[in-house]
């Protein structure tokens, strides 16, 4: 028996049989032709049917991951199709084939230089790197008509997968049944395919490094996320701990080692998502995202189909709480049928509750209705909304009195109703210097910190191109948390956090030094972050966290909270 490490990236243990996934090898390019015999024309023509091909492929298997993990984690395949259509990457292929190089080998070199600058990048940045493989792959597939050797969409059960690295692609194609875990060469916790992993509840240790390459398919190996481990050859006693962690059950509700009680929901995507957040142990919904209703359809959902969806998340959850957030798109979520505007920085234009209140009036309302109507029948559960993207005072105004509005029609019609807590999405700077306002006015504030991020840091987060800038450890988006989380202590309101950022248990001690009453996440990691809370002692990681407060650089933030990560 031997123990490998790398970075945890689900926190689960899965014990299997070791099996190589090399998609490489099925990629071999065919030799290189001498330019004068090679028709630029008809290489062209190839790269194009490829392309719209690939763009076909990306968008099917954007759809089958959001209905598998998620609209937000299925987001990562608009930004592979933006790969496909990059001005620059295409005009240099096109340029090769003119100049006499065959498509095949134009994709391999034009993808290798791009890859190659942004490996060379550090942090989050680097592992974008993985994204531009996966279109690269694809495009290679069409152009030389060539299936995987490995099909990871039907694998034996018991399968513990290694490779040197695994593609979104790959990852959301995997049968969590079959899966027993993941473990790759290399990769870390915030690459695509990792955060695919988390979702699909499949144990992964990414980052593991050469020492994997010597494991032989066959070998029976012991993936524990947690601990950032991969066993080689088990004992018994290695299984039976593996087996009793699994296993054992998750507290209802937990509080830190000197008594300050800490909300551990989940965020849930799809209707999917609501039993096995139950099962892991969450206190809750924390954030329930309403897009998938309305995505993928020709039409609305209406008033009926909202109203079954809330109350079975609400059935789930008795005596706790669901957070749902009224519709969010623009920016990265398109509706077809909504007909949109096209913006030049749609992240920085007309998107949720700016689209409610202004746009879309008709669809909010509707939305309240059922959301009313679910209140006053989810149950033993309490329903409470939030307002996406607030920027404004008087944004907040208008979306209560509209909820005041929906109130007295649904009184009028004699229709059952009762009027949940309200709270508001803290993801721009003006929402959180407009904190103890808000506070004052409603029940609640939530920290996005995935778009919080994006704002405080000027730093789209589907480009690539500033992935480094979009940094929730940098010491100005923890400043934002602390001054919202300090203005909202000063009234009734409590606040909670729903991005990525809250599901990290490294990270825990962290937030809950800074002050959030709730932590909203991936329903896998709800069991990890519960067992972290209980070690912490609040008052020495304030201590720990003035010091990160005070901080300059993300190093230095890195440095005083001892993390060990790009």
């Given at each position: 028996?031997?123990?490998?490490?790398?970075?945890g990236?689900?926190?689960?243990?899965g014990?299997?049989?070791?099996?190589?996934y090399?998609?490489?090898?099925?990629?071999?390019?065919?030799?290189?032709?001498?330019?004068?015999?090679?028709?630029?024309?008809a290489?062209?023509?190839?790269?194009?049917?490829?392309?719209?091909?690939?763009?076909?492929?990306?968008?099917?298997?954007?759809?089958?991951?959001?209905?598998?993990v998620?609209?937000?984690?299925?987001?990562?395949?608009?930004?592979?199709?933006?790969?496909?259509?990059?001005?620059e990457?295409?005009?240099?292929?096109?340029?090769?084939?003119?100049?006499?190089?065959?498509?095949?080998?134009?994709?391999?070199?034009?993808?290798?230089?791009?890859?190659?600058?942004?490996?060379?990048?550090?942090?989050?940045?680097?592992?974008?790197?993985?994204d531009?493989?996966?279109?690269?792959?694809?495009?290679?597939?069409a152009?030389?008509?060539?299936?995987?050797?490995?099909?990871?969409?039907?694998?034996?059960?018991?399968?513990?997968?290694?490779?040197?690295?695994?593609t979104?692609?790959?990852?959301?194609?995997?049968?969590?049944?079959?899966?027993?875990?993941?473990?790759?060469?290399?990769g870390?916790?915030?690459?695509?395919?990792?955060?695919?992993?988390?979702?699909?509840?499949?144990?992964?240790?990414?980052g593991?490094?050469?020492?994997l390459?010597?494991?032989?398919?066959?070998?029976d190996?012991?993936?524990?996320?947690?601990?950032?481990?991969?066993?080689?050859?088990?004992?018994?006693?290695?299984?039976?701990?593996?087996?009793?962690?699994?296993?054992?059950?998750?507290?209802?509700?937990?509080?830190?080692?000197?008594?300050?009680?800490?909300?551990?929901?989940?965020?849930?995507?799809?209707?999917?998502?609501?039993?096995?957040?139950?099962?892991?142990?969450?206190?809750?919904?924390?954030?329930?995202?309403?897009?998938?209703?309305?995505?993928?359809?020709?039409?609305?959902?209406?008033?009926?189909?909202?109203?079954?969806?809330?109350?079975?998340?609400?059935?789930?959850?008795?005596?706790?709480?669901?957070?749902?957030?009224?519709?969010?798109?623009?920016?990265?979520?398109?509706?077809?049928?909504?007909?949109?505007?096209?913006?030049?920085?749609?992240?920085?234009?007309?998107?949720?509750?700016?689209?409610?209140?202004?746009?879309?009036?008709?669809?909010?309302?509707?939305?309240?209705?059922?959301?009313?109507?679910?209140?006053?029948?989810?149950?033993?559960?309490?329903?409470?909304?939030?307002?996406?993207?607030?920027?404004?005072?008087?944004?907040?105004?208008?979306?209560?009195?509209?909820?005041?509005?929906?109130a007295?029609?649904?009184?009028?019609?004699?229709?059952?109703?009762?009027?949940?807590?309200?709270?508001?999405?803290?993801?721009?700077?003006?929402?959180?210097?407009?904190?103890?306002?808000?506070?004052?006015?409603?029940?609640?504030?939530?920290?996005?910190?995935?778009?919080?991020?994006?704002?405080?840091?000027?730093?789209?987060?589907?480009?690539?191109?500033?992935?480094?800038?979009?940094?929730?450890?940098?010491?100005?988006?923890?400043?934002?948390?602390?001054?919202?989380?300090?203005?909202?202590?000063?009234?009734?309101?409590?606040?909670?956090?729903?991005?990525?950022?809250?599901?990290?248990?490294?990270?825990?001690?962290?937030?809950?030094?800074?002050?959030?009453?709730?932590?909203?996440m991936?329903?896998?990691?709800?069991?990890?972050?519960?067992?972290?809370?209980?070690?912490?002692?609040?008052?020495?990681?304030?201590?720990?966290a003035?010091?990160?407060?005070?901080?300059?650089?993300?190093?230095?933030v890195?440095?005083?909270?001892?993390?060990?990560?790009?």
């Amino acid at each position: 028996m031997r123990t490998l490490t790398g970075v945890g990236s689900t926190p689960l243990s899965g014990v299997g049989t070791a099996r190589w996934y090399r998609p490489e090898a099925d990629l071999t390019l065919p030799e290189r032709p001498a330019p004068a015999t090679v028709d630029g024309d008809a290489e062209r023509a190839r790269f194009a049917a490829a392309r719209d091909a690939v763009r076909d492929d990306i968008r099917e298997a954007r759809d089958r991951a959001a209905a598998r993990v998620g609209e937000e984690e299925a987001a990562v395949f608009e930004a592979h199709e933006q790969f496909l259509d990059d001005p620059e990457l295409v005009d240099d292929i096109e340029a090769a084939m003119a100049e006499g190089t065959p498509a095949p080998h134009a994709v391999s070199d034009r993808f290798a230089a791009a890859i190659e600058q942004f490996e060379a990048l550090d942090g989050p940045m680097a592992e974008r790197a993985d994204d531009l493989r996966d279109v690269r792959d694809r495009l290679l597939r069409a152009l030389l008509d060539a299936a995987p050797g490995t099909d990871v969409a039907d694998l034996p059960p018991g399968t513990v997968l290694l490779a040197e690295r695994l593609t979104p692609s790959d990852t959301a194609a995997l049968d969590p049944a079959a899966v027993a875990g993941i473990a790759t060469v290399t990769g870390g916790r915030t690459a695509h395919a990792a955060i695919i992993a988390r979702s699909l509840s499949i144990p992964a240790v990414v980052g593991v490094g050469e020492s994997l390459r010597d494991v032989d398919a066959g070998t029976d190996l012991l993936v524990d996320g947690s601990d950032g481990r991969v066993v080689v050859d088990p004992d018994a006693a290695t299984r039976e701990q593996a087996d009793t962690a699994a296993t054992t059950p998750v507290p209802d509700r937990v509080s830190t080692a000197d008594g300050v009680p800490i909300t551990v929901a989940a965020n849930v995507g799809s209707e999917a998502e609501v039993a096995p957040a139950a099962e892991r142990g969450a206190d809750g919904i924390g954030l329930f995202r309403t897009e998938f209703l309305f995505l993928d359809r020709e039409s609305p959902p209406t008033e009926a189909e909202q109203y079954e969806a809330v109350t079975a998340a609400l059935s789930a959850f008795p005596g706790e709480q669901v957070v749902v957030r009224t519709l969010d798109v623009g920016g990265d979520k398109r509706v077809p049928y909504l007909d949109l505007p096209a913006e030049s920085n749609p992240f920085l234009g007309r998107r949720g509750i700016r689209l409610s209140l202004d746009d879309h009036r008709d669809l909010f309302e509707t939305q309240l209705r059922a959301l009313l109507r679910a209140a006053a029948h989810g149950g033993d559960a309490d329903l409470a909304v939030m307002f996406p993207l607030v920027s404004r005072m008087t944004e907040v105004e208008s979306a209560l009195s509209a909820v005041d509005a929906v109130a007295a029609d649904l009184e009028a019609e004699g229709v059952p109703h009762a009027i949940p807590d309200v709270g508001v999405m803290v993801e721009t700077p003006a929402a959180v210097f407009l904190a103890g306002r808000l506070a004052d006015a409603v029940d609640f504030l939530s920290i996005g910190t995935n778009d919080l991020t994006q704002y405080v840091m000027a730093a789209d987060r589907e480009n690539d191109g500033v992935a480094a800038y979009h940094d929730p450890l940098h010491p100005a988006v923890l400043r934002a948390v602390d001054r919202t989380t300090a203005a909202a202590a000063e009234t009734d309101a409590w606040v909670g956090m729903c991005g990525e950022m809250a599901g990290d248990p490294a990270l825990t001690e962290l937030l809950v030094a800074l002050g959030l009453d709730e932590l909203s996440m991936s329903a896998v990691t709800v069991p990890a972050v519960k067992t972290r809370i209980r070690q912490i002692d609040s008052a020495a990681a304030r201590a720990r966290a003035d010091e990160a407060l005070a901080c300059e650089t993300r190093a230095e933030v890195v440095d005083v909270l001892g993390l060990d990560r790009d």
